[in-house]
């Protein structure tokens, strides 16, 4: 019997062709094999979206049953054919509803999700966050204590939301204030007016009445912890103003044609005085029997304010939303020129309009008002009033220099209007949570501005994954207007059917 011995040497030599690695076949030389990529990771994905698209809980039963099976089969289906190279939508929302976005999206919803950003000491900083270099280096990317600030800002507009419809007749008691530090010491009120033919007046005097209406639109809110103030670096007064509620002052929106602000000694022939829109005026200036005017109360209340903490340091925040961010810029003028010895004014506008002419920004900066303005790209509201677009800085040097025909024009026509200051331009595609194409009304919503802010990093870099800010208001008050896949049955499921704000006060801005 013959005894077969194997050919060590040509068993070595063949076997050098071959290789054991994973990225190659063991059946073909050097030829690359193809995995499919049915990881865990992936398993989880599909899971998840599974749970998301379940439809009743019948159907959720008699798919358990069979899930494990079904798994293994359908990821190595996806797998090979790649979905994630093939249709980068699919790759996008299996990396939405991933198990760390489930996670973190849930925490969002949660009662206890009401996170706020660290709180750091600002000493001599708050100045530069007030806006001394004109928040240079600050806004993109978006400096993480002027993140904070702004939020901090928006919740003040909020607040005066939120009193208005508690009492939309009368005074609010009780401001909620976001911020325990914070005391209130005076409501504002603004007096909205329409001006009917005389004849009208001759005919029915007693039609006088529905032509002007006194509201609530505010308050004057001080800082008075002394270890939040040193915090701070100093004793901050703010001004918190909302935005249209009325039917008068819808009607005083669409009054935009220019009127001439008062002066010591006015030129009404000179076009280059400055200028603002004329129902916005009215609101500030007009007075009735019942409350003075915006203007001369604020100011006599800022003043009081100045004179009781003199000798320290203060700082004055004016901070509106829409409406309220317009009358905030009459306001920072208002104080900057009419009470002694002002402190530092800056102004924190959320979708402000334009609201004067390009002398009135002139003279803004003039006395040393700084303007942060927070706009939304799809926010129609901060492209009005006005027919010339004034955003391009760069154009605006030229134009100013030129001196051709345009800029005759822009003097001396009644809508040539103007923005103020500085600028942070925030955009609805950059959330993750809400649609790209998202209605007029949750584009201006000031929720929305906060949870835009709150996600910001830059004007290059997507949202940011350790926002704090809750969803439960946005998700409850612009539900159409939320992405389909965070609304789905396992979100409301976690969310539960009561709609429960705790210490969260609701959005009434939308």
Same mark, same amino acid.
């Given at each position: ?155 003040? @507009?909020?607040? !005066?939301?939120? &009193?208005?419809? $508690? ?6 008691? *009780?401001?909620?204030? /976001? #911020?325990?530090?914070?005391? @209130?010491?005076? !409501?504002?009120? &603004?007096?909205? $007016? ?6 009208? *007046?001759?005919?029915? /005097? #007693? ?304």
């Amino acid at each position: 019997m013959q005894t077969l011995t194997p050919n060590i040497e040509l068993f070595h030599a063949k076997r050098r062709h071959f290789t054991c690695s994973t990225q190659t076949s063991t059946f073909i030389p050097t030829k690359p094999l193809s995995v499919f990529p049915a990881t865990k990771k992936n398993r989880e994905h599909l899971i998840n979206l599974e749970n998301v698209l379940k439809t009743s809980s019948t159907s959720t039963d008699n798919f358990n049953v069979n899930v494990s099976s079904r798994q293994d089969k359908t990821t190595t289906l996806l797998g090979g054919l790649n979905l994630a190279r093939l249709w980068p939508q699919m790759k996008a929302a299996v990396e939405e509803m991933s198990p760390k976005n489930l996670k973190r999206l849930q925490r969002l919803l949660s009662k206890s999700s009401e996170e706020r950003s660290p709180k750091n000491k600002l000493g001599s900083k708050w100045r530069e966050l007030h806006g001394s270099n004109n928040w240079a280096g600050l806004l993109d990317p978006l400096d993480e204590d002027l993140r904070r600030e702004l939020v901090r800002y928006g919740e003040f @507009v909020q607040a !005066s939301y939120h &009193a208005f419809h $508690s009492d939309p007749e009368g005074s609010p008691r *009780d401001v909620a204030l /976001p #911020d325990g530090s914070y005391k @209130v010491t005076k !409501s504002l009120y &603004a007096t909205s $007016s329409v001006r009917l033919p005389k004849w009208i *007046d001759d005919v029915a /005097p #007693d039609l006088r009445w529905m032509t002007k209406q006194t509201s609530w639109v505010g308050y004057v809110a001080v800082c008075d912890d002394p270890k939040e103030i040193r915090r701070m670096g100093r004793r901050e007064i703010v001004i918190a103003l909302r935005g249209t509620a009325t039917l008068l002052e819808w009607s005083e929106n669409f009054r935009p044609n220019l009127v001439s602000m008062p002066e010591p000694k006015p030129d009404p022939s000179d076009p280059t005085r400055p200028k603002v829109e004329c129902g916005f005026n009215s609101l500030y200036t007009t007075g009735s029997q019942h409350a003075p005017s915006l203007a001369d109360s604020l100011v006599a209340e800022i003043s009081r304010l100045v004179e009781l903490y003199a000798g320290e340091e203060l700082s004055i925040s004016v901070t509106g939303h829409s409406l309220g961010a317009a009358i905030a810029l009459l306001a920072a003028d208002d104080i900057a020129d009419r009470v002694p010895h002002a402190p530092p004014v800056s102004v924190f506008s959320f979708g402000g309009p334009r609201v004067g002419n390009r002398e009135f920004a002139d003279r803004l900066d003039s006395k040393g008002v700084k303007v942060l303005r927070v706009v939304n790209s799809q926010d129609v509201v901060t492209k009005v009033p006005g027919i010339f677009a004034d955003n391009d800085k760069n154009k605006q040097g030229q134009n100013r220099n030129n001196g051709g025909i345009r800029e005759m024009v822009e003097r001396n026509n009644p809508w040539a209007y103007s923005h103020v200051g500085a600028e942070l331009r925030v955009d609805m595609k950059m959330s993750p949570y809400l649609k790209p194409n998202a209605d007029v009304a949750c584009c201006h919503d000031l929720e929305a501005y906060l949870h835009l802010v709150d996600g910001f990093l830059a004007s290059n870099c997507p949202f940011r994954t350790n926002a704090k800010r809750s969803l439960r208001k946005l998700l409850d008050e612009q539900r159409s207007n939320v992405k389909v896949l965070y609304t789905g049955k396992s979100l409301r499921l976690n969310r539960g059917t009561v709609l429960d704000y705790g210490d969260v006060l609701p959005s009434p801005s939308s």
